[in-house]
């Protein structure tokens, strides 16, 4: 990238620099690196720069899987980059590598290395690398991320190529119209002049625009390229982008499915933040920016509703932001989720050692809890005998773990202190995050 600083340097005044840099710390760095007191820099933006630009875009899903690859091999992290550096051609791609190694050297995390470059880590990279920093884990946060990009770029291609075949039928019949109407028409015009012939009304306005083309075409011509770079020029500008962004979210049918397709990414991305280990306000502040500006502000009033004590289906429902199945699926889950997140945290608490049996007993919890939630969303035709047989059921359930939790045997002794409180707080959970049920209708 180019960028334009403004320094000042001993008695040389006022100076214009133009530097090419991967970003702008790295600017101002080569900058300074010459003596200079830095006024301001900009990112100086050209057709060729954006054309090298597009060519030497860093390979982010790329440089993940080798990253990943050399870390399972067994190298540290700053052999496994320097081998990446080392093995690079495109100096562009080559200058950032050693640029990230020189800031691990330093002593900085590879998240703060990789945060001096937001033009080239995403934000959503940055945080996913910083949490596994936290758990220890980078090798799966990278296969998280490549399998969430993989998986967005397989969505890409498939509606770049569900595109192509019907722009080029716009495009191919558009030039035919053009040619049709630009040539044609205006020809036959004067032959049907002299006619006197009485035609319809739609023939003769098409037979008067080709009168009008043929007499001042040359202005016509110049008005069809006034509207063409005047609308070029707009779409170049973010208001414009927006303003027409705004109207195809108008249209039923296709802001449906835009919103939609929002969505489902927003869940995708926050599903793999939270899996890192990054709180779930967090988590959607991070995926504010994938989303169009109407459902951003959404999502952050969700947040807040969270801040606040409301449980995330309830603040996303309140905000627009869940479909009937998004819904279904965060009434059933949540309560789940808070039961068990409730019983790791009071095992922890007590100085238990988490172990393999804790996690098959969190999935009981999973199997049993499923059943209250599925039951205080669906409201039965005899809520009262349903829930007495789910109270009977539910402490069956927890005075059988219940015993298990003092026993000798350490394999039922761990089963039981997991199961027995799990399930009496998934019912707790379940009926206290339970949606009102609709009123009847009075007889």
């Not at 899903?61 to 050399?70: A, I």
């Not at 959503?124 to 220890?136: F, K």
């Not at 979210?249 to 899996?275: K, N, S, V």
């Not at 309560?335 to 790791?344: D, E, W």
């Amino acid at each position: 990238m180019r960028f334009e600083v403004k320094g000042l340097r001993n008695k040389e005044g006022v100076t214009e620099l133009y530097l090419e840099a991967t970003s702008e710390n790295d600017a101002l760095l080569q900058a300074k690196g010459q003596g200079y007191a830095i006024l301001s820099i900009r990112q100086k933006e050209s057709f060729s720069g954006w054309l090298l630009k597009r060519r030497t875009r860093f390979p982010l899903v790329l440089f993940s899987q080798e990253l990943l690859s050399l870390l399972d091999a067994g190298l540290s992290l700053i052999e496994a980059m320097e081998a990446l550096s080392e093995k690079e051609q495109r100096g562009e791609t080559q200058k950032i590598l050693e640029q990230i190694i020189a800031h691990l050297y330093e002593g900085q995390s590879l998240s703060a290395a990789l945060g001096q470059f937001p033009a080239v880590f995403p934000a959503l990279y940055v945080a996913t690398v910083r949490a596994s920093e936290r758990t220890g884990d980078l090798g799966q946060a990278l296969t998280r991320y490549v399998a969430y990009q993989t998986q967005l770029d397989a969505v890409r291609k498939k509606i770049v190529g569900a595109s192509i075949y019907p722009v080029l039928l716009m495009v191919v019949g558009g030039l035919v119209l053009l040619f049709l109407m630009g040539y044609v028409v205006p020809k036959f015009s004067k032959i049907y002049e002299g006619t006197g012939t009485n035609l319809p009304w739609l023939s003769s306005l098409l037979l008067s625009w080709g009168s009008l083309l043929d007499e001042n075409g040359a202005g016509v011509a110049l008005g069809l390229s006034a509207l063409a770079a005047g609308t070029g020029y707009g779409l170049s500008r973010s208001s414009a982008r927006r303003w027409l962004a705004a109207k195809l979210w108008q249209i039923p049918a296709l802001g449906e499915r835009m919103r939609l397709y929002q969505l489902a990414r927003c869940y995708r991305t926050m599903g793999m933040l939270l899996h890192g280990g990054i709180p779930i306000v967090t988590a959607m502040e991070m995926v504010a920016g994938l989303l169009q500006p109407a459902l951003r502000g959404k999502l952050g009033l969700a947040g807040k509703g969270i801040r606040e004590g409301l449980s995330i289906s309830q603040a996303m429902e309140a905000n627009g932001l869940t479909t009937p199945v998004a819904l279904r699926m965060l009434r059933v889950v949540v309560p789940l989720l808070l039961a068990v997140l409730t019983v790791s945290a009071a095992l922890v608490l007590l100085g238990a050692r988490l172990t393999l049996l804790h996690v098959i007993g969190m999935l009981l919890i999973v199997a049993v809890g499923s059943n209250y939630a599925l039951f205080f969303e669906r409201r039965t035709l005899e809520p009262a005998l349903t829930l007495a047989s789910l109270l009977l059921a539910n402490a069956a359930t927890v005075l059988g773990f219940g015993v298990l939790a003092f026993s000798s045997v350490p394999v039922l002794r761990d089963l039981g202190q997991t199961v027995a409180p799990g399930a009496l707080l998934a019912l707790l959970f379940a009926a206290v995050l339970a949606r009102e049920p609709p009123a009847r209708a009075a007889g």
